[in-house]
C-alpha cells in the first residue's frame, strides 16, 4: 500500500512538473510571436503615432497585461506625454501625472526608468511608498504590478514602455528580458521614422534648390529671347498634360515638365539678331539654330535630374520618319518623353506670335499634328494632345 502511494505521488509530481513545462513552453512561444509580430510592425509602420499604436495593441494581447502605454519626454519639457495606449484604462493616463523632475509624479517607475536609463519594476503598487501619487486610481483598475522600460534614441531616453499587470510579481526575470527587447525595438524604430523623416526634409530641400535652379536658368534664357517669353513654361504645362492623359507615372511626367522648362536652354549659344530676326531666316542661320539640342544636352547631361531630361531635349526635334534634327534618328530610336516634348513645342510654336509670323489658330495648329500623325509625330501623343486642347483650349493647367 506505501509503494502504491509513493508510485502515485511520484507519477503526481511528474505530471505536475510535465504541466509546468508544457505551461512555459506555451508562454516562451507567446513571447516568440510577439516579438514576430513587433517586428513586423516595425517594417511596416509609416508614422511614429502607427508604430506606438500597434506595438501597444501587440502586447495588451498578451493574458497577463491589463493596461500598456507609451510616454515620450516632450521637447524642452519635463513632462511625459502618452502617445499610445491599449487595455483596460478607463480614464487612468488623464488622471495622473507624470514628470522626470525630482517631484513625487517624478519618482515614480516611468520617471525613474527615464532618468536612470534602466527598467524599472514595480512590484507592489499596493504597498509601495513610491507609487503614493498614482496608486488610489491604479488599484481602482485592478493594477497590482507594474514595469517601464525606457527607449533611448542616440544616447537619450526619449520615451518609456508601460505595463501593467493584475498578477503579483509578473514580471520575472525573461518577462523582463522580452520587454526590454521590445523596448529596444521601438527605439530603433523611431530612429528609423526620424531618419527617414531626415531624408525627406533632405529631399524637399533639394527639389527646392533644384527648381529654383531650373527657375534661374529658364529666365537667363527667356531674358536673351523676350519673343519666347512663357514659352518653355507653356510647354511644360502642355508637356505634363499630355504625359498625365497617357496615364505616365509621377517621375516620368515630372522628368518630361522639367526637360519642357528647360528644352531651349541651348539656344543660349545663339546669336540674339538670329534668334529676334522679324524676317525670314536663312539656310545658314536655321543651321545655326538646328545646333541648339546638342547645346542644351551638353549643359545640362551632367545634373542628376529625375528621369532622362538631357536626352529629351537633346530628341525633341527628332521626328518618327526620321527627317528631324540633330541627328535624325527615327520612331524606335527616339524616347516617348521626347515625342511629347516635340508635339507640345510645335504646338505652342504655332499658336504664339513670332517675330516673322502671327500667332496662328488653335484649329490650324491642330491640324498640322494631325495631318502629320504617324509620320512626323507619334499618334497616341497627338490623340492626347488634341483631347486636352479640345477640352481646355490653350489653358494646360
Keep these: 500500500m506505501l509503494k502504491t502511494k509513493q508510485i502515485i505521488d511520484s507519477q503526481l509530481q511528474y505530471d505536475d512538473r510535465s504541466i509546468g513545462y508544457i505551461e512555459e ?20 509602420s509609416e508614422s511614429k503615432s502607427e508604430l506606438f499604436q500597434k506595438i501597444c495593441n501587440t502586447l495588451i494581447k498578451m493574458k497577463n497585461y491589463k493596461f500598456v502605454w507609451i510616454g515620450i519626454v516632450k521637447e524642452g519639457s519635463n513632462r511625459v506625454t502618452p502617445a499610445a495606449q491599449a487595455g483596460f484604462e478607463n480614464d487612468y493616463i488623464s488622471s495622473i501625472k507624470v514628470t522626470i523632475d525630482d517631484s513625487r509624479y517624478g519618482r515614480g517607475p516611468t520617471g525613474t526608468a527615464i532618468k536612470t536609463h534602466k527598467p524599472f519594476i514595480m512590484r507592489d503598487i499596493k504597498n509601495n511608498p513610491v507609487y503614493k501619487p498614482c496608486r488610489k486610481e491604479a488599484l481602482k483598475r485592478g493594477y497590482l504590478t507594474s514595469i517601464a522600460l525606457p527607449f533611448i534614441h542616440r544616447g537619450k531616453v526619449v520615451g518609456a514602455l508601460n505595463v ?20 529596444e525595438d521601438i527605439a530603433i524604430g523611431i530612429k528609423s521614422l526620424r531618419y527617414e523623416e531626415e531624408l525627406k526634409k533632405s529631399y524637399v530641400r533639394l527639389q527646392k534648390t533644384l527648381y529654383e535652379m531650373i527657375d534661374t536658368i529658364t529666365l537667363i534664357s527667356e531674358m536673351r529671347d523676350p519673343y519666347t517669353s512663357g514659352h518653355q513654361k507653356r510647354v511644360a504645362l502642355l508637356s505634363s498634360a499630355i504625359a498625365k492623359k497617357m496615364n505616365l507615372p509621377e517621375d516620368q511626367i515630372e522628368g518630361i515638365y522639367i526637360a519642357a522648362i528647360l528644352h531651349d536652354i541651348g539656344k543660349i549659344s545663339i546669336p540674339i539678331d538670329i534668334t529676334s530676326k522679324p524676317g525670314k ?22 545634373i ?8 529629351i531635349i537633346l530628341q525633341h526635334h527628332e521626328r518618327l520618319n526620321g527627317s528631324g534634327y540633330p541627328y535624325g534618328i527615327s520612331d524606335k530610336e527616339i524616347i516617348l518623353e521626347a515625342k511629347i516634348l516635340g508635339v507640345a513645342d510645335v ?3 504655332m499658336s504664339s506670335h513670332r517675330p516673322y509670323r502671327p500667332a496662328l489658330g488653335i484649329d490650324e495648329t491642330l491640324e498640322e499634328i494631325k495631318k502629320n500623325k504617324g509620320t512626323l509625330y507619334d499618334p497616341e501623343v497627338v490623340d492626347a494632345c488634341i483631347k486636352i486642347i479640345r477640352k481646355k483650349g490653350l489653358n494646360f493647367k
Design 25 to 44: 513552453i506555451k508562454r516562451l512561444n507567446i513571447l516568440n510571436n510577439t516579438i514576430s509580430q513587433i517586428n513586423k510592425i516595425l517594417l511596416n
Design 281 to 302: 531666316i536663312s539656310e545658314a542661320e536655321f543651321s545655326i539654330i538646328k545646333t541648339h539640342p546638342e547645346v542644351g544636352y551638353k549643359i545640362l547631361k551632367n
Design 304 to 311: 542628376e535630374f529625375p528621369g532622362p531630361v538631357a536626352k
Design 347 to 349: 504646338v505652342d510654336a
Design 164 to 183: 501593467y499587470s493584475v498578477e503579483k510579481d509578473a514580471f520575472g526575470d525573461e518577462e523582463v528580458e522580452f520587454l526590454m527587447e521590445v523596448a
